[in-house]
């Protein structure tokens, strides 16, 4: 199985910082790597596609890259709304497989 | 526009069988896959397995010779059953859309549309 590696566990940030989540994967996953944002008991919720596309309805501040095997999530400009876990998976391989998540958190 | 619900029962005991329900609305099971995901408590998330749009199966070894996903096309539902279970498959189960999004050049996956969630204490 293709194991998720993500950072940090955990961070907080003030209102307009910017962020970054990594996501190291076991092997290389051809960009094939999804970012979901969940919030407080709630479902998971797509905000990233194909390591950088954005899905629609999903606010430009988030922004995803990366390749091979290292992946990132950006927020450009923190919003209470942001204050959630975010989770990376890969579907290059099956069993489709998960970060184990990072909490933001405002400041 | 797609909507999934989960139901079952809230509480299971250890070494029953667990069986839930995902109901769709805005879709055809006939055209789209589905996953089941299950999320313990505080921690992260697990891909369980799918049914595939042509009916076909694939589930995560971890759990494969427990696990069984079927469903019922008519009734626009998806059914998960997972037999011999222990405390620590107390969790928050999840059906997603599963769909692949083409670029031109590559079919990427991704769960797109998720239900509320289920959740499930397994306890005597």
């Known amino acids: 199985d293709i194991q998720m590696t993500q950072s940090p566990a955990s961070l907080s940030a003030s209102l307009g910082e910017t962020v970054s989540i990594e996501c190291l994967a076991s092997?290389?996953?051809?960009?094939?790597l999804a970012w979901y944002q969940q919030k407080s008991g709630k479902s998971p919720q797509l905000l990233i596609y194909a390591a950088s596309r954005l899905q629609d309805g999903v606010p430009s501040r988030f922004s995803g890259s990366g390749s091979g095997t290292r992946y990132s999530l950006k927020i450009s400009g923190m919003q209470p709304e942001d204050e959630a876990d975010y989770f990376c998976?890969?579907?290059?391989?099956?069993?489709?497989?998960f970060g184990s998540g990072t909490k933001l958190e405002i400041k | 526009q797609v909507q999934l619900k989960e139901s079952g029962p809230g509480l299971v005991q250890p070494s029953q069988t667990l069986s839930l329900t995902c109901t769709v609305s805005g879709l055809s099971l006939t055209s789209n896959s589905v996953s089941w995901i299950r999320q313990p408590p505080g921690k992260g998330l697990e891909w369980m397995g799918v049914i595939w749009s042509n009916g076909g199966t694939d589930y995560n070894s971890a759990i494969k010779s427990r696990l069984s996903i079927s469903r019922d096309t008519s009734k626009s539902q998806v059914f998960l059953k997972m037999n011999s279970l222990q405390t620590e498959d107390t969790a928050m189960y999840f059906c997603?859309?599963?769909?692949?999004?083409?670029?031109?050049?590559?079919?990427?996956?991704?769960?797109?549309?998720w239900g509320q969630g289920a959740s499930v204490t397994v306890s005597s």
């Open positions: 998976q890969q579907s290059y391989k099956y069993p489709l497989t």
């Open positions: 997603a859309r599963t769909a692949y999004y083409y670029d031109g050049t590559y079919y990427y996956g991704v769960m797109d549309a």
């Open positions: 092997e290389g996953i051809s960009n094939d």
